[in-house]
């Protein structure tokens, strides 16, 4: 059972890490309808495959996660596709360039172990459920 305060500690954490990762993911979206989408491919499945994995990680599941649903499943694709940032794109880099990503796994870690708590849209549609 949760705390106010830690379902209140969760739905900052939800909203940081969500919006903030959106704010990188809405332009993978763009890149991946424009003419010409760039994109490295660290996992060698192609570089428009890759695009779309990390766009709809990073902006799509970060919405959902934002909102409160599912957070415990939609905080998984975000949490792979920083460590793919961190650990192999940026493998040879210093530790200044995985630090934001290992940040965000981070984040996206403890919600994908804790959940979102109560503050979200779908404790909102179980706690309806069980009035109706």
Same mark, same amino acid.
């Given at each position: 059972?949760?705390?106010?305060?830690?379902?209140?500690?969760?739905?900052?954490?939800?909203?940081?890490? %969500?919006?903030?990762?959106?704010?990188?993911?809405?332009?993978?979206?763009?890149?991946?309808?424009?003419?010409?989408?760039?994109?490295?491919?660290?996992?060698?499945?192609?570089?428009?495959?890759?695009?779309?994995?990390?766009?709809?990680?990073? =902006?799509?599941?970060?919405?959902?996660?934002?909102?409160?649903?599912?957070?415990?499943?939609?905080?998984?694709?975000?949490?792979?596709?920083?460590?793919?940032?961190?650990?192999?794109?940026?493998? %040879?880099?210093?530790?200044?360039?995985?630090?934001?990503?290992?940040? =965000?796994?981070?984040? =996206?870690?403890?919600?994908?172990?804790?959940?979102?708590?109560?503050?979200?849209?779908?404790?909102?549609?179980?706690?309806?459920?069980?009035?109706?």
């Amino acid at each position: 059972m949760t705390t106010k305060r830690s379902d209140l500690g969760l739905l900052v954490l939800r909203i940081g890490a %969500g919006v903030l990762l959106m704010g990188h993911g809405w332009g993978k979206v763009q890149d991946l309808f424009s003419e010409s989408p760039t994109f490295p491919d660290p996992i060698g499945i192609g570089p428009v495959p890759s695009l779309a994995l990390a766009a709809f990680a990073e =902006f799509f599941c970060s919405l959902a996660v934002v909102l409160g649903v599912k957070v415990r499943w939609t905080a998984i694709p975000p949490l792979i596709t920083m460590l793919v940032a961190a650990l192999i794109h940026h493998a %040879g880099d210093d530790i200044g360039e995985r630090e934001l990503p290992l940040l =965000f796994a981070t984040a =996206f870690l403890a919600l994908a172990v804790l959940g979102g708590g109560r503050y979200g849209l779908e404790s909102l549609f179980r706690r309806r459920r069980r009035r109706a």
